[in-house]
Structures are given as structure tokens and as C-alpha cells.
């Protein structure tokens, strides 16, 4: 059979440069050391990282660092890029990557090996694409900030959105029976951050956790900011165990987060209070409860969800 091939003449390095640094898709080439020597420009628009911040390095040096869903480092252990070096096989999974700014945000990723001509393999290539959600009406940033409903410093819905689409939902829990949950999300320790780094640290902590909230959550689940370190998440059709995975995933994920202040990594957790609405419940009994359950996880230690249907006496 005839094998599909390009002809030498005609497709050459500087093309395929160039036909790779016009996908949208991130691409990143590695050598048998797993360092870095290509890396194309829908990997600087994806991650934030330049070719000259990631050339000759691995992803693990305080760059992508990918983890899993547990918030298992994948650089240690099932690195898709390494086990394609060691095997010689393709290999897909889906992760979370670190941007340059700090946040997480989920990632499809594809690792394939480059053999040599005697057959061996030679270097490896990772392909990968940004899974986060694409929201949609209302949440689109422009028209919230027209209506006022934009938190200028995070760039997610104010406390008045949330007040709105709150209201919204337990209407509907009560005419339609359609569930919902609540998650109360307060950073721990952002004083610490604030007299330690400066105010520009805690500020971009914050943008980093809003970010990462907003990066793994459904496109129709809502996220806005509640108070100075405190955010709520409206999580459509959930009960007490789902609404669990959901906060205790967001949890991990900013754990896994830092910014960097100077070569310092700075890192915060956050506890959450998380509840399902219930068809009695006012605006002000869930807030209560959930900033209630939010409060407990402090108390027991913080960087954690506490769930509860209602608090015991």
C-alpha cells in the first residue's frame, strides 16, 4: 500500500512551525529528558507561559504542573509525555493545569512518541485543549458589567447577581421542584497573605481562586463574589453527595493553585460551607445555613467542605 507522505521540497521545518503555531491547540514538544524544545503559540495563549519561560524545562518546574481530579501530581506519576518516552504507545487522559496567573483549569491531553528511523523512540509530542466551560447567558462578563452585576477585581458576578439568581432558583425549587445547592466558599487566611506580600498578592489570590472556581463548574452553574474573600456557587441539580464532590473538587483544585510573589509560590486553601436549597428556605435561611457549615469547616481545621442538609442542634 501506498504510503500518505509530503514531499521534502515542498513541506519543510519552517512550515510545520508555522502550520503548528496556527492551531488553536496547545503543542509541545519533549526529548527523551522530557525538556521542553518546541512549544507553540496556542500553548502560550492557553497556559500564559512563553517559549522562553518553558524552553529546555519540564512542565513540573512551577509551570503547568498537572494534577488529577484528587489532586494527584500527574508529573510524578502518570505523566501521558513520559509514559509515551517509556512505552512508545499513545496516551490520553484529561488534568488540570496550572496557568501562568495562577488558576487551574481542566485540559484534554494527547501524548504521542516520535521514533527515530531505526524505530526507537526519539522524543515524544503532547497535544492539549482547554475544556473549561464557555458560559452563557446571563453571564457573559460585558453585559453583567453594563447591569452592575460584575465584581470589578475578579471579574465574576457581585453580591447583587447572586441575590437575583438565588431568588430565581428557589422560585423555581418551590413552583417546579427543580433542585439546587449552595456552596459558601471563604479563603483561609488572606489577612496572612495581605500583611505578609502586600495587598496586590491578596488581591490576585482572590482573581486566582475566582478564576478556578469559574473554570470547573458547569456552564450553567454560577459563581459570583459574596464579600472581600468570600464566593458562592449555585450548583443546579444536585443532592447532598454530588454537591459534596463538587465543593470538595473546587477545594482541591485551589489547593493545587499558587501565585508566584517574586520566585515565592504563594498558596491558600478554602473552606466551604455547602447545603442543598430546600422549599421553605427564604434567601436569607440559606445563605445562613451554608455561611453556618462554611463556619464549621473552619473550626475543624479549614480546607474543608462540611455538608448538612440543616445543622444539628
Same mark, same amino acid.
Request: charged share 25%; with cysteine; net charge negative.
Given at each position: 500500500?501506498?504510503?500518505?507522505?509530503?514531499?521534502?521540497?515542498?513541506?519543510?521545518?519552517?512550515?510545520?512551525?508555522?502550520?503548528?503555531?496556527?492551531?488553536?491547540?496547545?503543542?509541545?514538544?519533549?526529548?527523551?529528558?522530557?525538556?521542553?524544545?518546541?512549544?507553540?503559540?496556542?500553548?502560550?495563549?492557553?497556559?500564559?507561559?512563553?517559549?522562553?519561560?518553558?524552553?529546555?524545562?519540564?512542565?513540573?518546574?512551577?509551570?503547568?504542573?498537572?494534577? =488529577?481530579?484528587?489532586?494527584?501530581?500527574?508529573?510524578?506519576?502518570?505523566?501521558?509525555?513520559?509514559?509515551?518516552?517509556?512505552?512508545?504507545?499513545?496516551?490520553?487522559? &484529561?488534568?488540570?493545569?496550572?496557568?501562568?496567573?495562577?488558576?487551574?483549569?481542566?485540559?484534554?491531553?494527547?501524548?504521542?512518541?516520535?521514533?527515530? &528511523?531505526?524505530?526507537? $523512540?526519539?522524543?515524544?509530542? &503532547?497535544?492539549?485543549?482547554?475544556?473549561?466551560?464557555?458560559?452563557?447567558?446571563?453571564?457573559?462578563?460585558?453585559?453583567?458589567?453594563?447591569?452592575?452585576?460584575?465584581?470589578?477585581?475578579?471579574? $465574576?458576578?457581585?453580591?447583587?447577581?447572586?441575590?437575583?439568581?438565588?431568588?430565581?432558583?428557589?422560585?423555581?425549587?418551590?413552583?417546579?421542584?427543580?433542585?439546587?445547592?449552595?456552596?459558601?466558599? =471563604?479563603?483561609?487566611?488572606?489577612?496572612?497573605?495581605?500583611?505578609?506580600?502586600?495587598?496586590?498578592?491578596?488581591?490576585?489570590?482572590?482573581?486566582?481562586?475566582?478564576?478556578?472556581?469559574?473554570?470547573?463548574?458547569?456552564?450553567?452553574?454560577?459563581?459570583?463574589?459574596?464579600?472581600?474573600?468570600?464566593?458562592?456557587?449555585?450548583?443546579?441539580?444536585?443532592? &447532598?453527595?454530588?454537591? =459534596?464532590?463538587?465543593?470538595?473538587?473546587?477545594?482541591?483544585?485551589?489547593?493545587?493553585?499558587?501565585?508566584? $510573589?517574586?520566585?515565592?509560590?504563594?498558596?491558600?486553601?478554602?473552606?466551604?460551607?455547602?447545603?442543598?436549597?430546600?422549599?421553605?428556605?427564604?434567601?436569607?435561611?440559606?445563605?445562613?445555613?451554608?455561611?453556618?457549615?462554611?463556619?464549621?469547616?473552619?473550626?475543624?481545621?479549614?480546607?474543608?467542605?462540611?455538608?448538612?442538609?440543616?445543622?444539628?442542634?
Amino acid at each position: 500500500m501506498k504510503k500518505n507522505t509530503f514531499p521534502e521540497d515542498i513541506i519543510d521545518k519552517s512550515f510545520t512551525e508555522i502550520l503548528l503555531n496556527n492551531i488553536h491547540d496547545g503543542v509541545y514538544f519533549v526529548d527523551k529528558e522530557c525538556k521542553i524544545f518546541f512549544w507553540n503559540v496556542g500553548a502560550k495563549n492557553i497556559t500564559g507561559f512563553d517559549f522562553s519561560e518553558v524552553s529546555g524545562k519540564m512542565c513540573s518546574d512551577k509551570m503547568i504542573s498537572p494534577v =488529577d481530579g484528587s489532586g494527584n501530581n500527574l508529573c510524578t506519576d502518570d505523566c501521558p509525555v513520559q509514559q509515551a518516552l517509556s512505552d512508545g504507545m499513545p496516551h490520553a487522559l &484529561e488534568a488540570y493545569f496550572q496557568h501562568k496567573e495562577g488558576h487551574r483549569f481542566p485540559v484534554s491531553i494527547r501524548a504521542f512518541p516520535i521514533l527515530g &528511523e531505526n524505530g526507537m $523512540v526519539i522524543a515524544a509530542v &503532547e497535544t492539549f485543549n482547554d475544556i473549561s466551560p464557555k458560559f452563557i447567558m446571563p453571564q457573559k462578563k460585558n453585559e453583567l458589567n453594563k447591569m452592575q452585576l460584575l465584581d470589578p477585581l475578579t471579574e $465574576v458576578g457581585n453580591r447583587r447577581f447572586l441575590e437575583i439568581h438565588i431568588l430565581s432558583r428557589l422560585e423555581e425549587i418551590k413552583k417546579y421542584r427543580i433542585p439546587f445547592g449552595l456552596l459558601y466558599i =471563604d479563603v483561609d487566611n488572606l489577612k496572612d497573605v495581605n500583611d505578609t506580600y502586600g495587598k496586590p498578592a491578596g488581591d490576585q489570590i482572590l482573581r486566582t481562586v475566582a478564576q478556578t472556581i469559574t473554570n470547573n463548574i458547569r456552564f450553567f452553574d454560577l459563581v459570583g463574589r459574596w464579600n472581600s474573600d468570600e464566593f458562592l456557587v449555585v450548583v443546579l441539580n444536585v443532592d &447532598e453527595n454530588k454537591l =459534596d464532590f463538587v465543593g470538595n473538587k473546587i477545594r482541591l483544585l485551589v489547593e493545587k493553585s499558587h501565585i508566584m $510573589v517574586d520566585t515565592e509560590q504563594v498558596r491558600v486553601t478554602i473552606s466551604i460551607g455547602a447545603t442543598p436549597a430546600m422549599r421553605v428556605d427564604s434567601l436569607e435561611t440559606l445563605i445562613s445555613r451554608s455561611e453556618s457549615l462554611m463556619k464549621r469547616s473552619k473550626w475543624i481545621g479549614r480546607n474543608t467542605v462540611t455538608v448538612k442538609t440543616q445543622l444539628l442542634t
